[in-house]
């Protein structure tokens, strides 16, 4: 069963705007990871949070984990037309459970 | 490093037949993972390994589904007989292991249509 559920299902965006991606999820976590799907491709993992951090960043990329409210959030600043992908979180208690994903288009 | 290697790429085959997925993992990486994906289900974990003893698979489907690692290079997956709702894409995954942080690198996947 998938634990992590990311909201929105689809974001749709222009060049150069932010793009925000909601995680949710209802268990225990010792972290959560980030990874991005190209069309056609295997999953990148891009970041992760540990269980006792609450904000991380990597070149464009902000990840913050509310772990009272089981949340985390991506925020991809600045964003390019080869941002285009579909986005997952996945969070770790013993193994490596992935969300249903949130597929985001930027438009140039 | 090459990277998570699969074969084939595509695969299409007839309701029945036998179907065989190859995995290659990173060298030196300890744990491989077989998922699949559907836009009905999303990313599924099948099964996976640890040292190439097989820890979990209850995510198998049913007993058409087999999984073996028979070194630590090579991982296959079979499915005996194939059935149309077995099309997805197959994804093989490796990673070693950091106390409880690891990433995992996903290969390219398998494109399996069953007709």
């Known amino acids: 069963s998938q634990q992590g559920e990311e909201d929105p299902q689809a974001l749709s965006i222009q060049e150069g705007e932010n793009a925000t991606m909601n995680c949710s999820y209802k268990?225990?976590?010792?972290?959560l990871q980030w990874y991005r799907q190209n069309s056609g491709r295997g999953l990148v993992h891009l970041i992760l949070?540990?269980?006792?951090?609450r904000e991380k960043h990597s070149g464009r990329l902000r990840v913050t984990l509310d772990t009272s409210k089981k949340s985390s959030s991506l925020l991809i600043t600045a964003s390019r037309a080869a941002d285009t992908a579909s986005y997952f979180c996945?969070?770790?208690?013993?193994?490596?459970?992935f969300g249903s994903g949130t597929q985001l288009t930027v438009l140039p | 490093d090459a990277g998570v290697i699969q074969s084939p790429r595509h695969e299409v085959t007839e309701m029945g037949q036998e179907v065989t997925l190859r995995c290659k993992p990173i060298?030196?990486?300890?744990?491989l993972f077989w998922y699949r994906q559907t836009m009905m289900r999303g990313l599924e974990l099948l099964i996976y390994?640890?040292?190439?003893?097989?820890?979990?698979d209850s995510g198998m489907p049913e007993d058409r589904f087999s999984a073996k690692m028979p070194n630590a290079s090579f991982s296959t997956l079979k499915i005996q007989p194939s059935e149309p709702r077995d099309s997805a894409v197959y994804f093989c995954a490796s990673t070693t292991r950091t106390g409880h942080i690891y990433e995992q690198y996903f290969g390219p996947g398998t494109r399996l249509t069953v007709t």
């Open positions: 390994f640890n040292n190439n003893v097989p820890i979990d």
């Open positions: 268990t225990s976590i010792n972290n």
């Open positions: 996945a969070t770790e208690y013993g193994q490596l459970t």
């Open positions: 060298s030196g990486h300890d744990y």
């Open positions: 949070i540990r269980s006792n951090e």
